[in-house]
Structures are given as structure tokens and as C-alpha cells.
């Protein structure tokens, strides 16, 4: 019996019970009360829509489930964003769908509700993926409209990328399923084809009270924006449903129908199961995040019949690379070895950090694998570069921006999963958000921040006590420890897998053993959008 092994894998199934219960939160968007008020129009919630509408609700995985946690309080929150998003499959045809929630704020549009919208069409057209939008809202929400109505990245982008999508030949299918008004009327009518629900729904620039307001004409909402409106008078929608199952229903008999797609052509044979055991994974990852560990054992329980092989094995060894399969996909795999490893001239070097000859050797094997079209996959336990004169005087900063430089331009696609930490330089050399992963994921036991708690919090504490004494406090051993814990528990919150979450920093927090699904799910949807950039390293510090 290993008691390291039992006290780690008690520590993350803690942690993983605790992602379980949160999702479970999540999941009841504005609570049962609205749920049965929506039951009570008749209307299936928009989760609900989703499993309708999805071959087998299991076979998919949810983007940015944690939207929104812990943000809007003062306005009551804002679960999941107020939308719900999905890649699934449709009749067999791998899908996007969005769902508006209508039991949060009657679907009103928050600002994260904005981005999470903008990151759903991110995937579609980096992945050129057919979109559903299952619409029910009351657009904007009025109390914040300056955070969400003007900007680029606001609400009017997404008809921007409705009409962009649209010329790119991406396929958009559009239900209106309740209320869809002003602005956010545009979006359904901008898909390539539209539905309405009889009764339930409607859709307006202006409702009856605005109208009666602007111009004095009294008309009820059905007459103004009902169904039979717009399929049998003005034309705007396409096809009329009776009931919610109705409208799912005809959305599955046009997918039916779409056409194949060109492929990426990434290679991919017939998928094998890990040779060791995934669950292991619990017991191999520390509960500290500084407690050294072999990411080996890691991969070996990720990869396909286990087997992998390594790229410059002897050769900066801080950074494993090296080729396996995922589900059957080939991948090319960078990640960060988390324990002390040993040059072959003798000199220690410290897991987590990336140094000279890791940078290097990265930076090289990214370059293969995009020679070769091979979809990378990073695995982040990083607490950033090597720092001090020996690395500054190698040049770490050239040879780090080598690293960067390949990442940024990668044209193969890139996932990323956040296992550990994700600190730093580190965040960006190893695929962060800001260097476009097609999905990224963290794990429960994922920290991502400019530096690790305890040394942000011994900075931030010294500011702290530094102003205190110019204001003439005395600040005593006791009170130091108070500030100090004060500080770290604020920028712990803040370093959390579902701080970042919330902030759609990564596209949700996941169970470890559910990492090859994303990564096999997220090569299946690339493989859609053929590669049409030549990889260029651009000019390079050599």
C-alpha cells in the first residue's frame, strides 16, 4: 500500500465530488421554481432542448458550463452565463448548439452571456462546425447594457459572425422557442433557416407596449410577432412548429440532410483504451501543487494502449514531447515534467519550470508535428522560465520567445488542459487562452495565475503592511500573519479552476478521466475545417 498514492487520490476525488455537486448547481439554472414555471407554458427548459435535440445527451461535452459563477450577485447571478452550449452529435453530424435560459433573467443577455455566445461561434468557425441556436430571450440586460451593447466583442458581434459564418459556408439553424426581440432578432433570421413555435414564441424589433409607446398602435404580442406572422404574412420565418418536441424534431430532419464536409485529413486509426488504468491518475497527482511527480505515469493513462513516443528524450527534460494516439487520433503531446530531472552534464533542474534546452526542443518538436499535420496537445503544469543569471546569460528569453513564436503560429490545432499549475510566461509557452487552443480545459485541481499563491501573497502582503507603517501602524508577528492570510485567501479565490472558469479563461473544468473525450471530440470538430495557412515561424532569435 502506497499511503502517498491513497492520500492524493483521496484529496482529488474530494475534488472532483465537490465539481459534481457545483455542476449539479449549475445545472438548475434559475431554480426549480422557474423550471416549473416553464414546464408550465409548456416550454422545455433549455438543457432539456439540448438532450432532445442531441443523439445521446452522454456522447457530448459542454462548453463553459461555470460561465458567470460567483459574478452578478448583486444583480442575482447569472448560472452558466444564461445560456447553455453543447458539442454533440445531430443525426450523426457532430453540432454546436446554443440554448438561451430562459429561467435566468427570462434569457436576458449579461456581458459574460455575450462572450460565452462569442465563444460558441469561435468554435464553429475555427472548426467550421454546424451551429443550432435554440432561441428564448429577452435580449440585453438593461441595468448593464453598457457592458454588453457597444464594444466589438459585444452583443452586435454576433451578427457580425452570423453574416461571416454565413459567407464561410457554415451552416446555421435557428428555433425561436420564446421571446426573441430587438437586436437579438436579427440572429435567427440571419441563420440559414429558421423556425418558430406556434403560440409559445414570437419575435419583434419593438414590443406592443414600446410600439404603443413610439408610434400609438395598440397590437397584442402574438398578432405583432407571433408564428403564423411571420411563416404566413411577412415571411420572415421559415417553418412553423406546434410544440417545442415539434420544432427539435424538424431542426434533426434538416441536419439529416446537410452534406459531408471536406476533411483535415488527421490521421486517425482504430481508437484503443489505456493499458493502465485512467483512474490512477487520482492517486498520482499530488494534493500540493508544489509536491514533485512524474507526468509520464500521467500521459501513459491517457494515451491510447498507453504507449508513447518520446521526442529527444535525453534533451530538455523539464518538457516532455513526444507522439501518441487519442481515441485513435494521432497527437503530438508537450507537457510539463513535474519532477527533478538530471542533465547529462550533471546539473539539476527544477520540474515545472521550462529552461533553455526545453524551450528549444519544444519549439522544434512544434515545428515537426505542424510539418507533419498532427494536432498538438498540451498538458500544463508549469510555474514559468527559468530565471536568474546562468538562464539570463543562455539567453532564456530568446530561446522562451522561440517557444512562444511557434506556438502563436502553429497552424495545426492546439488543446490545451491545464492539469496543474499554469503560472506566468509559462501560461502562454504552453498554450494559454491568448494563443487560441480550439477547446482548453482545467482539471479540479488546476491553478492559473501570474504566480503562485504564496508568492503573490508574501508581495502583496509586503505593499500592504509597507502602507500600514507609513500610516503609523505597528504592525506585530501576529498581525503580520493576519495580513498575510488575509491576502492569501483573496488571491487564492482568484487562482481557482473556477474563477477562471467563470471568466471563460478555460472552456470549463472537467474530470480527469473525461480528458480524452475533449480531446477526441475537439480533433473530430478541427477536422472539419481543412488547413489553409502555411506554418511560418516568422523571424526567430537564434
Request: hydrophobic share 40%; with cysteine; net charge neutral.
Amino acid at each position: 500500500m502506497d499511503i502517498n498514492f491513497n492520500k492524493n487520490e483521496d484529496h482529488n476525488k474530494l475534488l472532483l465530488s465537490d465539481l459534481k455537486h457545483k455542476l449539479s448547481k449549475v445545472k438548475l439554472g434559475g431554480g426549480k421554481s422557474k423550471i416549473e414555471k416553464q414546464h408550465a407554458k409548456g416550454k422545455m427548459t433549455a438543457r432539456e432542448r439540448i438532450d432532445y435535440l442531441l443523439d445521446d445527451k452522454a456522447d457530448a461535452i459542454e462548453i463553459a458550463a461555470f460561465a458567470g459563477e460567483g459574478m452578478y450577485k448583486e444583480h442575482g447571478g447569472c448560472p452558466s452565463g444564461g445560456v447553455d452550449i453543447k458539442i454533440g452529435y445531430v443525426q450523426g453530424k457532430q453540432c454546436i448548439v446554443v440554448a438561451n435560459d430562459a429561467t435566468v433573467k427570462a434569457g436576458a443577455w449579461f456581458p459574460i452571456t455575450g462572450k460565452k455566445n462569442l465563444r460558441a461561434q469561435e468554435i464553429a468557425i475555427e472548426n467550421r462546425l454546424p451551429i443550432i441556436y435554440l432561441v428564448d430571450s429577452a435580449g440585453v440586460y438593461l441595468p448593464m447594457q453598457d457592458e454588453i451593447f457597444p464594444d466589438k466583442e459585444h452583443f452586435g458581434r454576433i451578427f457580425r459572425n452570423n453574416a461571416v459564418m454565413s459567407s464561410m459556408g457554415i451552416t446555421q439553424i435557428s428555433a425561436v422557442m420564446g421571446s426573441c426581440v430587438a437586436g437579438g432578432a436579427y440572429l435567427p433570421i440571419m441563420s440559414d433557416e429558421a423556425l418558430i413555435v406556434d403560440k409559445t414564441a414570437s419575435i419583434f424589433l419593438a414590443g406592443s407596449y414600446l410600439v404603443k409607446a413610439a408610434i400609438g398602435e395598440s397590437i397584442d404580442n402574438e398578432t405583432l410577432g407571433g408564428a403564423t406572422t411571420h411563416c404566413e404574412i411577412s415571411g420572415v420565418t421559415d417553418y412553423k412548429a406546434k410544440d417545442d418536441a415539434d420544432a427539435l424534431d424538424k431542426i434533426k430532419k434538416i441536419v439529416n440532410k446537410i452534406g459531408d464536409f471536406d476533411k483535415a485529413g488527421f490521421n486517425r486509426i482504430e481508437a484503443k483504451k489505456p493499458k493502465l488504468d485512467p483512474k490512477d491518475i487520482y492517486g498520482i497527482l499530488p494534493k500540493s501543487r508544489s509536491d514533485q511527480y512524474d507526468m509520464l505515469e500521467i500521459i501513459k493513462r491517457l494515451v491510447d494502449d498507453s504507449e508513447f513516443e518520446e521526442y529527444k528524450e535525453g534533451y530538455g527534460k523539464t518538457i516532455i514531447t513526444g507522439y501518441a494516439r487519442i481515441n485513435g487520433w494521432a497527437v503530438g503531446i508537450v507537457a510539463n515534467q513535474r519532477k527533478l530531472v538530471k542533465t547529462k552534464k550533471g546539473e539539476m533542474q527544477f520540474g515545472g519550470v521550462i529552461y533553455n534546452d526545453s524551450a528549444d526542443k519544444s519549439t522544434r518538436f512544434i515545428a515537426n508535428c505542424n510539418q507533419k499535420k498532427i494536432p498538438l496537445v498540451f498538458l500544463q503544469d508549469v510555474t514559468g522560465f527559468m530565471v536568474g543569471s546562468k538562464s539570463e546569460h543562455s539567453g532564456i528569453i530568446k530561446d522562451g520567445a522561440k517557444m512562444v513564436n511557434a506556438v502563436s503560429n502553429s497552424v495545426v490545432p492546439k488543446f490545451t488542459i491545464v492539469i496543474g499549475n499554469s503560472y506566468g510566461a509559462g501560461n502562454y509557452a504552453m498554450c494559454g487562452k491568448a494563443y487560441d487552443p480550439r477547446l482548453i480545459a482545467a482539471w479540479p485541481s488546476a491553478e492559473l495565475a501570474v504566480m503562485s499563491g504564496n508568492s503573490a501573497a508574501k508581495v502583496l502582503m509586503q505593499i500592504e503592511k509597507a502602507s500600514l507603517l507609513k500610516k503609523g501602524e505597528e504592525i506585530d508577528e501576529k498581525k503580520e500573519k493576519e495580513l498575510f492570510d488575509k491576502v492569501k485567501a483573496r488571491y487564492d479565490e482568484q487562482i481557482s479552476p473556477y474563477y477562471a472558469a467563470s471568466r471563460i479563461w478555460t472552456d470549463g473544468v472537467i474530470d480527469p478521466l473525461d480528458t480524452r473525450k475533449w480531446i477526441s471530440m475537439g480533433i473530430e470538430a478541427a477536422n472539419h475545417a481543412p488547413i489553409e495557412k502555411p506554418f511560418n515561424l516568422g523571424v526567430i532569435q537564434v
